[in-house]
């Protein structure tokens, strides 16, 4: 199935990006936030991005105003008569995705694939939202996903080979790396990213080690390009919070939660997006 459309729907930390993926392959994009300030960062998000491109030399000029044009923001459904792709990218909760999935299955053509950008809930629960479980499948892309090439296409219970197929080819498309997984916990990547992780929150509360200091040795020794608070503070605490929360439900201590993540998801310093998480970032 070829996308000539595609929606996407929630317009946060990844909302923005996936929309600017999708409209750099020139493939038009409504982007649906509830708020419209947040659908207002997230057309500004894409702009950015491409600016940045065309200060490096990378894309002409005009290039800027024309991809904008591909993106149509908005907080209704209209404009999801004729897509043929949604990714929803809504927090992290089932009840949100569920109430989300159900009522894409009422405005959108019954041939659209439905896709969850899900860091780890059941895509078969969201399709039991929907009267077509086959057509919805995971598609996860991974933060900033304007640079990130991996896509993770997970197959729920009822997903249709056809929709699998789909899934891999938008990815493709959109010059995307895909990878197929089944629906386990973390998928793929989590499950890796957060084993390792998961040690070094253990260690830095055992030694109460600060974080600065924990990300300067990360950074130091080359292990990744920013230390894990640093990360998980783009990221969103509440997000890594729910897929670490996730595994360690699965799969009990090899998972350990980090204490100082909780208390702080609890008081609502989310990281970057509400200014304050393990450290301090202006607006
Ligand atoms: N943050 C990451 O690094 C990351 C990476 C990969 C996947 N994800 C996944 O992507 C999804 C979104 O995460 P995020 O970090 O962008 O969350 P976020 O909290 O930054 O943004 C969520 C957005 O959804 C909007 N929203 C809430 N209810 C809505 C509704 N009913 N209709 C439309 N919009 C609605 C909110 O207003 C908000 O703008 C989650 O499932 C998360 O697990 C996040």
């Known amino acids: 199935m070829f996308v000539f459309k595609a929606a996407v729907v929630g317009a946060g930390t990844m909302g923005g990006e996936i929309a600017c993926a999708l409209a750099s392959a020139d493939i038009p994009v409504v982007l649906k936030d ?3 300030g947040f659908v207002d960062q997230g057309l500004e998000k894409a702009r ?8 490096a030399g990378k894309l002409p000029a005009e290039a800027v105003e024309q991809r904008m044009a591909l993106i149509d923001g908005t907080t209704v459904y ?22 989300v999935f159900a009522e894409l299955d009422l405005v959108t053509p019954g041939h659209a694939i439905l896709a969850s950008n899900t860091s780890a809930l059941s ?20 933060y900033p996903a304007s640079m990130m090439r991996l896509v ?19 990815a493709q498309t959109i010059r995307k790396l895909p990878i197929r997984c089944a629906e386990a916990p973390g998928f ?4 890796i990213l957060n084993s390792s992780f998961g040690e070094v929150f253990r260690f830095q509360e055992e030694h109460g080690f600060s974080y600065e ?9 080359k292990a990744s390009p920013m230390g894990p608070f640093y990360l998980v503070d783009l990221l969103g605490l509440d997000t890594v919070a729910h897929v670490g929360r996730h595994l360690n439900d699965s799969f009990g201590d090899r998972f350990p939660l980090h204490r100082g993540m909780l208390e702080r998801v609890e008081r609502g310093d989310l990281g970057a997006k ?10």
């Open 123 to 142: 895509i078969s629960e969201m399709a039991d939202a929907t009267s077509r479980p086959d057509k919805v499948v995971g598609f996860h892309f991974f």
């Open 152 to 170: 993770e296409v997970i197959e729920g219970d009822e997903t249709s080979t056809e929709t699998v197929q789909a899934a891999v080819s938008l």
């Open 274 to 283: 509400t200014g304050r998480g393990f450290y301090e970032h202006g607006k």
């Open 78 to 99: 209209d404009g999801f008569g004729d897509v043929d792709f949604v990714i929803e990218a809504v927090p992290e909760r089932m009840e949100i995705k569920q109430d």
């Open 213 to 221: 200091e924990v990300d300067a040795a990360m950074a130091d020794a």
């Open 48 to 55: 950015s991005i491409w600016q940045g491109s065309v200060d």
């Open 34 to 36: 509830v708020d419209r």
């Open 188 to 191: 793929v990547v989590n499950r």
